[in-house]
């Protein structure tokens, strides 16, 4: 279930949540809305209501009736830490976290069904999904086991009292050592796979601080304080040093091939269901170690440096 307020008047209901929920298309709204799946202010209404700002809306998402029923597929997962409530898995690049279109198995849900066959559900239905990663972004996941696990984490996401920190190489500097990039990300009208900066986008922020210096390329520990869509590719490509290997919004050409967007989910810090804060980590997977490693050869850096930023 989602629940939102519109923030502006005289839009379309279908056209506003279009644009506030850029993972539904218009159309899946549209029929989410004759379904009678949607409310406005606790009552049905049509597509083409125009809304007003302040009117609450609850959306109920089913699962989709074409969507693959989920099957449990056993492959070996990287468990960083597990308990009765939830578990935090290291993903690799490369793999899809939820079936979708094109990718009804192996995903991290399929071998997540085999390894905990009684994840907690909702009506998306997407055990024990509390956010996710791109798919060639490698990194932290947190899984919840149980209800109670997923209502609590899903408030923390939320509320923004999870604190994300990722490990991001740039191609070029950023304009100071540090900052802040604050601007709304929405789907882009042009190519309808990709996200944006645009008005009337949703409200996104983005904070980063430089770690090293490595000739075109620059190391950055990013914490995206907001979980849009591609967020943090969309802000660092909207200040002119997109993520490297980006083969969405980054450069056609660089000066180092990478393997893969160099985007990594390091440390997670959030508050577990008994009231204890973790704080978790995921080392650099070897791929984007050897990129940092190469860069260090090529432009005279010292490793140990690196090593040492990493907490090696």
């Known amino acids: 279930m989602i629940q939102l307020k519109i923030d502006r008047s005289g839009e379309r209901l279908d ?46 998402i089913p699962p989709s009736p074409s969507e693959t029923p989920l099957e449990a597929q056993p492959f070996p997962l990287d468990i960083v830490y597990e308990d009765d409530a939830l578990l935090v898995i290291a993903k690799p690049a490369g793999l899809v976290v939820h079936p979708g279109a094109g990718h009804s198995h192996d995903t ?25 990663l791109d798919r060639d972004t490698s990194g932290l996941l947190i899984v919840a086991k149980t209800e109670r696990a997923l209502e609590h984490l899903r408030a923390q996401f939320k509320q923004h009292r999870v604190q994300k920190t990722y490990l991001a190489l740039v191609y070029g500097r950023p304009p100071t050592p540090q900052g802040i990039i ?23 922020r983005t904070a980063y ?23 943090i590719r969309v802000h ?9 290997g980006d083969r969405v919004y980054g450069r056609r050409r660089e000066q180092v091939a990478m393997p893969r967007q160099f985007l990594h ?26 990129v940092l490693d190469a860069l260090a050869r090529r432009y005279s850096v010292d490793n140990k440096e690196i090593a040492q930023l990493l907490g090696e």
């Open 182 to 204: 604050e601007a709304p990300v929405g789907r882009d009208p042009h190519h309808r796979q990709r996200m944006a900066i645009i008005s009337g986008g949703r409200a996104a």
């Open 265 to 290: 989910a390091w440390q997670l810090s959030f508050e577990h269901p008994s009231g204890i804060r973790l704080s978790l980590k995921a080392p650099l997977p070897a791929d984007l170690r050897a």
């Open 15 to 60: 056209r506003h949540l279009a644009r506030v929920l850029p993972e539904l298309s218009r159309s899946r709204i549209q029929q989410l809305i004759r379904a009678g799946l949607v409310t406005v202010n606790d009552k049905p209404t049509k597509p083409g209501m125009f809304v007003e700002a302040g009117m609450q809306v609850t959306l109920r």
């Open 236 to 244: 660092l490509a909207w200040l002119g040093i997109p993520v490297a």
């Open 209 to 231: 601080q430089q770690m090293a210096s490595l000739g075109d390329y620059t190391l950055l520990r990013v914490s995206p304080e907001t979980g849009r869509t591609h967020q």
């Open 108 to 132: 991290l849900v399929n071998a997540l069904l085999a390894y905990c066959p009684t994840l907690a559900t909702d009506e998306s239905n997407r055990p024990g999904i509390v956010h996710r």
